[in-house]
C-alpha cells in the first residue's frame, strides 16, 4: 500500500538551531516527492520536490531535504531555524497531482 | 496574481443540508483537485479532473461530487452534509505533466453540526 509516514508529530526547536522533519514512504513506482509547508489558515505552499538526479534538492526559504532510496526516506533539514519557519510541515509522494500526504509535522520556535 | 481562489472561506450547515464550494484558477492549468484535511490525517484526495471535461474519484468520494465547469472552475457539491464531513477543504491546481506539482487555494473551512 502507498503510504507516507511522518514519526514526529510536534518538534520545538530554538530560534537559530538546526532541523530534520523525518518523511519515510511506501510506493510502487519511482517516487515523485514533495516538501509543503502550511502557515495558520493558510494554503500549503511548496517547499521543495524531487523528480530523478540529485538526491539532494534545494528549496525555498532556505530548506533542504535528501532522498533516500535504501531508507525510502526523504528528510526535510534547514541549518538555522527563523522564528517566521513556525508552521506545519507535509511531505508528500505521487504523481500527476494525486499526492499521498503524511500526517504532518507541526513546528514550534523558541526564540 | 490570483492562483487559486475558493469561496466561501467558512460555512456552517446543519446535517442533510446542501452546499457547493467554488474554485476558480488563473494559472492555465489543466488539472484540478479536492482535497480534505482532518487533524493528523494529512490531506486525502476527494476528487481530481485531469483535464477540462473529465472527473475521478480520488481516495475518500462518498458523499461528494464534482463538476469541471469549464477549465478554470472545479466545483465540489455536497448533497446531503453529515457531520463526518466537518473538515477544512483545499481545492488545488496543476498544469499538466507527470511531475504533479500542486498550487493550493486558501481552504474552505466547513463545520456540519
Known amino acids: 500500500a502507498q503510504s507516507v509516514t511522518q514519526p514526529d508529530i510536534h518538534i520545538t526547536v530554538s530560534e537559530g538551531a538546526s532541523l530534520e522533519l523525518r518523511c519515510n514512504y511506501s510506493?510502487?513506482?519511482?517516487?515523485?516527492l514533495f516538501w509543503y509547508v502550511q502557515s495558520p489558515g493558510q494554503g500549503l505552499q511548496l517547499l521543495l520536490k524531487y523528480f530523478s538526479g540529485d538526491t539532494l534538492v534545494q528549496g525555498i526559504k532556505g530548506f533542504e531535504a535528501e532522498f533516500k532510496r535504501s531508507q525510502s526516506s526523504f528528510n526535510l533539514r534547514k541549518p538555522s531555524v527563523h522564528w517566521s519557519d513556525a508552521a506545519e510541515y507535509f511531505c508528500a509522494v505521487g504523481a500527476r497531482g494525486k499526492l499521498i500526504f503524511g500526517q504532518g509535522t507541526e513546528l514550534s520556535v523558541k526564540p | 496574481n490570483a492562483g487559486v481562489t475558493q469561496t466561501p472561506k467558512f460555512q456552517v450547515l446543519k446535517t442533510g443540508q446542501s452546499m457547493t464550494l467554488q474554485c476558480a484558477q488563473d494559472?492555465?492549468?489543466?488539472?484540478m483537485y479536492w482535497y480534505r484535511q482532518d487533524p493528523g490525517m494529512g490531506l486525502r484526495l476527494i476528487y481530481y479532473?485531469?483535464?477540462?471535461?473529465?472527473?475521478d474519484k480520488g481516495e475518500v468520494p462518498n458523499g461528494y461530487n464534482v463538476s469541471r465547469l469549464n477549465k478554470r472552475e472545479f466545483s465540489l457539491r455536497l448533497e446531503s452534509a453529515a457531520p463526518s464531513q466537518t473538515s477544512v477543504y483545499f481545492c488545488?491546481?496543476?498544469?499538466?505533466?507527470?511531475?504533479?506539482?500542486?498550487?493550493f487555494g486558501e481552504g474552505s473551512r466547513l463545520t456540519v453540526l
Open positions: 479532473s485531469a483535464s477540462e471535461g473529465t472527473t
Open positions: 510506493y510502487g513506482a519511482t517516487p515523485y
Open positions: 494559472m492555465n492549468h489543466n488539472s
Open positions: 488545488a491546481s496543476s498544469a499538466q505533466g507527470r511531475s504533479g506539482e500542486l498550487f
